[in-house]
T-cell receptor, first 109, second 114 residues
Framework: KNEVEQSPQNLTAQEGEFITINCSYS?????LHWLQQHPGGGIVSLFM???GKKKHGRLIATINIQEKHSSLHITASHPRDSAVYIC???????????FGKGTTLSVSS | DTAVSQTPKYLVTQMGNDKSIKCEQN?????MYWYKQDSKKFLKIMFS???????INETVPNRFSPKSPDKAHLNLHINSLELGDSAVYFC?????????????FGPGTRLTVL
């Protein structure tokens, strides 16, 4: 079992829909990251958080440390949001990131 | 200005060859990483260097040898390439090696071994 589990694995949506991607992890962490990888392949960091909630534009990330769970929300989704969203954690003892297997989001107009 | 750059972007080579991938960051960060993304898009750490010193060396064949000439560069040399080495390799950097530090990724190098 992977230390970082994401759901769903694949997600399709119509433009304008509210999207939620979930991430659960099994280790104590110092930080949780949400990353975006577009079809062209580059990886961009969306959020890094250790508690509470962060918002950037239409994207919102929340984390519940006690439940070892995080969610990434996209409001008013758009076709340009189509990408793979990856949850990753840095464990308290570790240095590098441990990744989930990603959620492939496809938004159609 | 590109924060983390990798060369080459694509690398196609024959089995048994030796090849290198270069990575440079201009962010002034102390820590650099190499990650491998397999055909199922799963990312996994290979190596991490902090101020030119190796701090993580995951279970990677010793055909893979990282080299950090200075803290802005972390190159990956691969000997005797095998079919299973085909993957996308990402370099990344962060301000420090511990705790709450954002990582910045390079564009990736797609390695295809024939």
């Amino acid at each position: 079992k992977n230390e970082v589990e994401q759901s769903p694995q694949n997600l399709t949506a119509q433009e304008g829909e509210f999207i939620t991607i979930n991430c659960s992890y099994s280790v104590g962490i110092s930080a949780l990251h949400w990353l975006q990888q577009h079809p062209g392949g580059g990886i961009v960091s969306l959020f890094m958080l250790s508690s509470g909630k962060k918002k950037h534009g239409r994207l919102i990330a929340t984390i519940n440390i006690q439940e070892k769970h995080s969610s990434l929300h996209i409001t008013a989704s758009h076709p340009r949001d189509s990408a793979v969203y990856i949850c990753a954690v840095r464990s308290q003892a570790g240095t590098a990131l441990i990744f989930g297997k990603g959620t492939t989001l496809s938004v159609s107009s | 200005d590109t924060a983390v750059s990798q060369t080459p972007k694509y690398l196609v080579t024959q089995m048994g060859n030796d090849k290198s991938i270069k990575c440079e960051q201009n962010l002034g960060h102390d820590t650099m990483y190499w990650y491998k993304q397999d055909s199922k898009k799963f990312l996994k750490i290979m190596f991490s260097y902090n101020n030119k010193e190796l701090i993580i060396n995951e279970t990677v064949p010793n055909r893979f040898s990282p080299k950090s000439p200075d803290k802005a560069h972390l190159n990956l040399h691969i000997n005797s390439l095998e079919l299973g080495d085909s993957a996308v390799y990402f370099c990344a950097s962060s301000q420090a090696s511990s705790g709450y530090n954002e990582q910045f990724f390079g564009p990736g190098t797609r390695l295809t071994v024939l």
